[in-house]
């Protein structure tokens, strides 16, 4: 079982940055594919990053080139960069840890509000 902390959000304005990180409690967070997913008012909870035991990584379009998600095992902990901030990045931004493919659970974070204004 994982316990997921984010932290680093805020206020930005269009075209800055922020970078919000995920660390973890538990066991077996090397094994799980980390990711990144928001959601925005009246809006449906949708992906944005994630990056695979491997090291792997894969972004929703929007954020392709914008954004670069990173993960230190060692640390248990997955991080997003986010540049060129646009004001419909504004969400609720949640860690996700997905155990599915050693049969682990999946798991999500309590969120942190990212607000960008143009």
């Known amino acids: 079982q994982l316990q997921l902390v984010e932290s680093g959000g805020g206020l930005a304005q269009s075209g800055g940055s922020l970078r919000l990180s995920c660390v973890a409690s538990?066991?077996?967070?090397?094994?799980?594919?980390m990711g990144w997913f928001r959601q925005a008012p009246g809006k449906q909870r949708e992906f944005v990053a994630n990056?695979?035991?491997?090291?792997?990584?894969s972004y929703a379009d929007s954020v392709k080139g914008r954004f670069a998600i990173s993960r230190d095992n060692s640390e248990k902990t997955v991080s997003l960069l986010m540049n060129s901030l646009k004001p419909e990045d504004t969400a609720v931004y949640y860690c996700?840890?997905?155990?599915?493919?050693?049969?682990?659970?999946?798991?999500w974070g309590q969120g942190t509000q990212v607000t960008v204004s143009s």
């Open positions: 990056v695979h035991t491997t090291g792997d990584s």
């Open positions: 538990g066991s077996h967070f090397s094994s799980n594919i």
């Open positions: 996700n840890a997905d155990g599915l493919s050693y049969g682990g659970g999946t798991f």
